[in-house]
């Protein structure tokens, strides 16, 4: 059985971690160097570098950053933000990421998902999708540009679109839920994940180690990535994973390491 993967989440600003609610107010939550190298230390299966305001500011990815970044952690390395062609994918692999997350740039250029898997590999392709609950509570739309833009694009839709189009994961976030710390939106999670294949990590809500149990076994996550809950210094990895584990769900143990 494949091992559930916990992931902390560092969304960058101005070159510091920040933390938001609903993707606004956000408080600073330290330097992403220091924060990236704890999170290896702890024991975290990967890490998710996101540079929240490359695309509302209409900027490339803070390349010397993600260099910093990188020599820091050995566990895998994801990467978003800005992301507009297949060259700013190469310019961000080649700096020692070992996937990129694209959000609106896929929204606007769908064929982007199928040339970076062509050229790299499905496995270093993440669609992060946001999503936003329609008012009449029917489903969720797409949302884009850090959730200023609702597309009008039913979730479950383009989760199918992205997986068929070659996208190796998707990395699904509840704009609803962001930051709420009241738990993951299970159904939405659950309904992403039985419309594919391909794994989904759930994002958006996680405030405390029960709802990261139930992104897994309600909400049929592979992965669930958090940011509040460590940044903060709420829970720590090694403590969540003993958790996880004591409840049964398979994740990888300091000691599975050697």
Not at 1 to 24: A, E, N, Q, W, Y
Not at 69 to 76: L, Q
Request: hydrophobic fraction near 40%; charge should be negative; glycine fraction near 10%.
């Amino acid at each position: 059985m494949h091992t559930k993967r916990i992931i902390p989440c560092l969304d960058c600003k101005d070159g510091r971690v920040v933390k938001g609610t609903s993707f606004v107010d956000l408080r600073d939550a330290g330097d992403p160097v220091e924060v990236a190298r704890l999170y290896d230390k702890e024991g975290a299966d990967e890490l998710v570098f996101l540079d929240i305001t490359a695309t509302t500011d209409d900027r490339s990815t803070t390349i010397d950053l993600v260099r910093k970044v990188a020599k820091e952690v050995f566990i895998p390395f994801t990467v978003g933000g800005g992301i507009r062609s297949v060259d700013d994918i190469k310019a961000i692999l080649r700096e020692g990421a070992d996937k990129i997350s694209i959000n609106s740039a896929a929204i606007l250029n769908p064929d982007l998902i199928k040339e970076a898997s062509e050229k790299f590999g499905a496995q270093c392709v993440v669609s992060a999708i946001d999503a936003k609950r329609r008012e009449d509570g029917s489903g969720w739309n797409v949302v884009r540009n850090s959730g200023t833009i609702d597309t009008g694009m039913d979730v479950i839709d383009w989760a199918k679109k992205v997986e068929e189009l070659g996208a190796g994961e998707i990395l699904l976030t509840s704009m609803d839920e962001d930051g709420q710390k009241n738990g993951y939106d299970l159904e939405l999670t659950k309904a992403v994940a039985d419309a594919v294949s391909i794994p989904v990590v759930a994002s958006g809500g996680a405030g405390s180690k029960e709802d990261i149990l139930d992104a897994f076994t309600k909400g049929g996550a592979d992965a669930a990535l958090a940011a509040s809950l460590f940044h903060f210094r709420e829970l720590g990895i090694k403590e969540l994973k003993e958790y996880l584990n004591e409840n049964g769900i398979p994740v990888r143990m300091e000691s599975d390491k050697d």
